[in-house]
C-alpha cells in the first residue's frame, strides 16, 4: 500500500507541468491587463454614478394648504403641485395652513412627518434599484468583452510572434554542413529584425569558424603525413639496396632521428596550440619586464648570427596568468622577429603599463606585408614566402602566431598587428589589469 501510494505521488511529476507557450503567455498577459483595466473603469464610473445620484435633492417638509381628498390615491404616491385645488377649497373659501394638519388619501389621514420619511425611503430604494442594475449590466458587459479580448488577444499574439516562428522554422533546417543559408528575416527594423540579423552574423562566425577547422585538420595531416612518408622513403631505400653500408645505415637513422625531433615539434605546438584555445586551468603573477629578459638574454646568440640590433626598452609589466603560455607568446613573438626579418634589420621590445594594462611590443624590421594579408598570418599553417621549418616552438609550421592569438584569447588580451612603413611587422599584446591569483595551488613568489 505504501509503495502504491509513492507511486502515485510520483506520477505528477513524472507527467510532468503542461507548458505555457509564449503565445498562451502572451494572451493571458492581454487578457489579464483588459480585466483590470476594464474593472477599474467600470469602478470608477459606478463611483461617479453613486455620487451624483446621491446628492440628488429629495424633499424634507411639505408645506400643505388644504385638506383634501383623494379616494383614487394610494399611500406613497406623490401628487404633483399643480394638481392639487385652490387655497379657497371647492367652495372658494380660504383656509389657514394651520388648520390643515395632514393630507387624506383614500380615507387615511397621513402627517406631514410620515409623508417626509416615507418619500425619502422611496428615493433611496429608488437610487439603489439603478446602481444595482448599473452593476449588473457592467459585470455583464465586462464578461462579454473579457472573452473578445482572450480571443483578440490570441490572434494578436500569433501575429506577433510571426516573424519569431519563422526564425524557428529556418534555424531548425540549418545544420553544420547548411551552415552558408541565412535567416533574411525582411520586415520593419524592429526587435525581430535585430534578432534574425544578429543569428545571421552568428552563423557567418559559425561558418567561418568551421571552415578553418576543416583547414586546420586538412592541414594538420598533411603537415603529419609528409614526415612519416619521408622516413619511410628512407627505410625502404636503405631496405632494397642490399649494399648498404654500415655508415649509409647511420646517415638513414640520423636522419630519421632528426625527422622524429621535427614531428616531437609539431606536435608540441600542436598541444600548445590546443591547450590555449581551451582555457586557463590557472592564473600566477606574471611580470612581462622578467620574462622578456630571460627570453633575450637566451636568444642573444642568435641575434648575433642573424646580425640583427635588439632595442630592449623593459619597464615592469605584471599581469596575472598563465606563466608557461605568457613565456611561450613573447618567446613565439621574438622568434617570429628574428625568422622574418633581413640581414642588418632591427629588433625593437618595450614592456610597460598603459591604463593599467600590461603592455607587450614587438617590432621588427623586414619585408613588407600588405595590411590585408596580416590576419591570414594567423591562420595555422600560414607561412611568409620563403621560410622552412627549422626551430623548435612551431614558427617554421606556420603555427608561431596562431599559438600567440589563441594565448591572447585565453588571457582577455587585446593583440594588435600593424605593418611597418619601412617592412616588418609591429605587434602589440595588451593584457587586463592584474586581479587575485586563484587559489589552486602555492602563488609563486610566496
Known amino acids: 500500500m505504501t509503495a502504491l501510494t509513492r507511486q502515485l505521488a510520483a506520477l505528477p511529476s513524472r507527467l510532468g507541468r503542461p507548458s505555457l507557450t509564449a503565445r498562451l503567455r502572451l494572451t493571458l498577459l492581454y487578457g489579464g ?3 483590470i483595466a476594464g474593472a477599474g473603469l467600470l469602478g470608477f464610473t459606478f463611483w461617479l454614478f453613486a455620487r451624483a445620484t446621491a446628492t440628488k435633492v429629495i424633499p424634507t417638509r411639505l408645506s400643505f394648504t388644504a385638506h383634501l381628498r383623494f379616494p383614487q390615491v394610494l399611500p406613497g404616491t406623490i401628487v404633483p403641485e399643480r394638481s392639487l385645488p385652490a387655497p379657497g377649497g371647492a367652495h372658494g373659501g380660504a383656509r389657514s ?63 506577433v510572434l510571426r516573424p519569431l516562428r519563422a526564425i524557428t522554422m529556418t534555424a531548425e533546417t540549418i545544420s553544420s554542413t547548411s551552415l552558408h543559408e541565412r535567416l533574411a528575416l525582411a520586415g520593419p527594423d524592429d526587435e525581430f529584425k535585430k534578432l534574425a540579423d544578429t543569428l545571421d552574423g552568428l552563423l557567418a562566425r559559425l561558418e567561418g569558424s568551421f571552415a578553418a577547422q576543416r583547414h586546420f585538420v586538412a592541414n594538420a595531416s598533411h603537415e603529419l603525413r609528409t614526415p612519416l612518408t619521408l622516413d619511410q622513403t628512407v627505410l625502404q631505400v636503405a631496405l632494397r639496396n642490399p649494399r648498404t653500408t654500415v655508415e649509409q645505415w647511420r646517415a638513414a637513422g640520423e636522419e630519421l632521428l632528426e625527422s622524429g625531433r621535427q614531428q616531437e615539434r609539431m606536435l608540441e605546438a600542436l598541444l600548445t596550440l590546443a591547450t590555449s584555445e581551451a582555457g586557463l586551468a590557472y592564473r600566477r603573477p606574471v611580470d612581462l619586464r622578467e620574462v622578456s629578459a630571460c627570453l633575450l638574454q637566451a636568444r642573444r646568440d642568435q641575434f648575433q648570427d642573424h646580425q640583427i640590433q635588439i632595442r630592449a626598452s623593459l619597464d615592469h609589466a605584471p599581469l596575472t596568468g598563465d606563466p608557461d603560455l605568457i613565456e611561450r607568446l613573447a618567446a613565439n613573438l621574438f622568434d617570429n622577429a628574428i625568422r622574418h626579418n633581413t640581414a642588418d634589420g632591427t629588433v625593437e621590445v618595450s614592456t610597460g603599463t598603459w591604463d593599467g594594462r600590461a603592455v607587450l611590443s614587438v617590432a621588427n624590421s623586414g619585408p613588407a606585408i600588405p595590411a590585408d594579408d596580416i590576419d591570414r598570418l594567423y591562420r595555422p599553417f600560414q607561412r611568409l614566402p620563403g621560410t622552412c621549418a627549422s626551430n623548435g616552438n612551431g614558427n617554421g609550421y606556420g603555427l608561431g602566431l596562431s599559438i600567440v592569438r589563441a594565448i591572447a584569447t585565453a588571457h582577455g588580451a587585446v593583440l594588435t598587428t600593424r605593418p611597418r612603413a619601412g ?9 587586463p589589469a592584474p586581479r587575485a591569483p586563484d587559489e589552486q595551488g602555492p602563488v609563486a613568489g610566496l
Do not use: K
Not at 380615507?107 to 418619500?119: A, F, G, K, Y
Not at 422611496?122 to 457592467?138: E, G
Not at 617592412?423 to 593584457?431: K, N
Open 97 to 159: 395652513p394651520a388648520a390643515l394638519p395632514c393630507i387624506r388619501y383614500h380615507s387615511h389621514c397621513i402627517t406631514q412627518t410620515v409623508m417626509n420619511r416615507e418619500l425619502r425611503a422611496a428615493a433611496v430604494y429608488a437610487n439603489w434599484v439603478d446602481l444595482h442594475a448599473l452593476l449588473t449590466r457592467s459585470a455583464i458587459a465586462l464578461a462579454v468583452m473579457t472573452v473578445l479580448a482572450f480571443m483578440l488577444g490570441w490572434l494578436v499574439a500569433g501575429r
Open 33 to 35: 491587463l483588459f480585466i
Open 423 to 431: 617592412g616588418g611587422l609591429r605587434i602589440r599584446a595588451a593584457f
